[in-house]
T-cell receptor, first 114, second 112 residues
């Protein structure tokens, strides 16, 4: 069935490097995308979102890029820090009428090495 | 997590017993959701609510029921717990459709 997925289940980077986490989605009707960060033993935390009328959105040290042509979403983290180590999920809202219903990918484990 | 509380945080129960998990919010958000999280499956939607007494099924609703008698509380009931329902359960809230969710801290449920 349709799903949001991730290209890489794990990513290991050196502290200070930039990280790029990728996500593929399959539903062309999806109009809203979110990245979440989940630390061990905690619930997912909102990082950044983007709507389908945008290609790029920046936050503090994070940038989300949306390529609707190839249905690809990426999260860039600048100057990655040890505190960025976590599982990162992308999620898509398929625009269904009966409420916001996000579908989540399986997650990428980011490990930051000192 | 600010404005959303799940209880209990941990529970061990026996197969065949009913279990109720509670999600309480102080944000007055319209939408509430129950997800389960399992290794290899990510977050999967069990049930959700789009208003008081308005609920609908998600992708993994079998064996679960929900109730929302007031805005602030969304209850998830496992009618007869099975070992396959051992999981971490997350509640989430959203102010409006097409907006991001705020998640609770989760309930770790073990069915033995």
């Amino acid at each position: 069935g349709e799903s949001v997925g991730l290209h890489l289940p794990t990513l290991s980077v050196q502290e200070g490097d930039n990280s790029i986490i990728n996500c593929a989605y399959s539903n062309s009707a999806s109009d809203y995308f979110i990245w979440y960060k989940q630390e061990s033993g905690k619930g997912p935390q909102f990082i950044i979102d983007i709507r389908s009328n945008m290609d790029k959105r920046q936050g503090q040290r994070v940038t989300v890029l949306l390529n609707k042509t190839v249905k690809h979403l990426s999260l860039q983290i600048a100057a990655t820090q040890p505190g960025d180590s976590a599982v990162y999920f992308c999620a898509e809202n398929r625009g269904e009428t009966s409420g916001s219903r996000l579908t989540f990918g399986e997650g990428t484990q980011l490990t930051v090495n000192p | 997590d600010a404005g959303i509380t799940q209880s209990p945080r941990h529970k061990v129960t026996e197969t065949g017993t009913p279990v109720t998990l509670r999600c309480h919010q102080t944000e007055n958000h319209r939408y509430m959701y129950w997800y389960r999280q399992d290794p290899g499956h990510g977050l999967r939607l069990i049930h959700y609510s789009y208003g008081v007494k308005d609920t609908d099924k998600g992708e993994v609703s079998d064996g679960y029921s929900v109730s929302r008698s007031k805005t602030e509380d969304f209850l998830l009931t496992l009618e007869s717990a099975t070992s396959s329902q051992t999981s971490v359960y997350f509640c989430a809230i959203s102010a409006s459709s097409n907006y991001g969710y705020t998640f609770g801290s989760g309930t770790r449920l073990t069915v033995v």
